[in-house]
């Protein structure tokens, strides 16, 4: 649908499509699809280098079910109703004045987090940690379960044809895996180990073995969680913790050395506490679940192994590269994706969601067209 000035007239065809609603957060656990006036007014503004994208899927996160179940994520609270959602793919329907890498019709995925260009942090290549950075669905910035949003150019990605909308919705997760690998700086070879079979431990083996390693040990509780993670290379081990000794396993298939690379991705104080047992001398661990309280670490194990720590906030300039890789096939996302649901479902989902099924990895939520 056009205006005369040729433009696609995007208020018409949202009208048009009956999908001027957003998912709405209202408060811990009372979650509502409906209008949300205030967020249709700010998205009338779009400056020079934005462009207005037309969502078309959404990944459900865990923190945004968490928001849902608890109200809060350490200091972010959820004070008055927020939008959700932050993975996010669609197609854009306009772009500003000053917009030269994107045009109408462009399918995309955004990356959710918009650093202040100037602050220190950003000027350092670390606009990750910048403290204004204002991230989708994190209090008080609203999230992308609606129809249109605003997003800068700068931080929006076209998709090649051959990465569809749902796998370009799950380049935002896989983002913190490619960031997980690179502070590890996987060497071809390499053996490591990921704690966690949830959707950004898996999405950490993948890019582990894009990014070179020999065999990821994949370790969890959840037998149908393993099974995804066997089941999306030759090169992965699952490991059942309640049954098998990881520590021992790993001991056994490396003659004593240990892996050189342990991902901590269960956000698990127990899981963080051992995480050095299974670290090879002068290996790497990278920490990457949430631990939203103090854990306690067992600095005796990580020196005597000389070992490297890195931490992980998020993620920074691997957007392109994700999209790279889904495009050529190193990474194939698609198992990960286990159920979809529509718009106009969007609590129920929510509530299986918060009910975490073993045999889920990450739903995503379609937006009517
Ligand atoms: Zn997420």
Known sequence: MRSRSGAIDWRAQKRKAGLMKSLVLERKD?????????ISRAEEALGPRDVRVKL???????????????????PFVVNAPMILGHEASGTVIEVGAEVTTL???????????IPDP???ATRLGMYNVDPAVRFWATPPVHGILRPTCVHPEAFTYKLPDNVSFAEAAMVEPLAV?????TKARVKPGDVA???GAGPIGLVTALSALAAGCARVYVSDLSDAKLEIAASLSQAITPVNIRSENLVETVQRETDGWGADIVFEATGSPQAAAQVFEPLAPGGCVVMIGGQPDPISYDAGAAMVREARVENIFRYAHVFPRCVGMLASGAIDVKPLI?????????VHAFEVAASAPAGDVKMQIELPQ
Not at 67 to 74: F, L, S
Not at 103 to 113: A, F, I, L, N, S
């Open 30 to 38: 009372a979650l509502s699809l409906r209008d949300f006036p205030e």
């Open 56 to 74: 078309h899927t959404v990944g459900i996160c865990g923190s945004d079910v968490h928001y849902y179940t608890h109200g809060r994520i350490g």
């Open 103 to 113: 045009k109408e019709g462009d399918r995309v995925c955004m990356e959710p987090g």
């Open 118 to 120: 100037n602050s220190r």
């Open 177 to 181: 895996g490619v960031h997980a690998a």
């Open 193 to 195: 180990v990921v704690m």
């Open 338 to 346: 286990t159920r979809t649901f529509s718009f106009d479902d969007s």
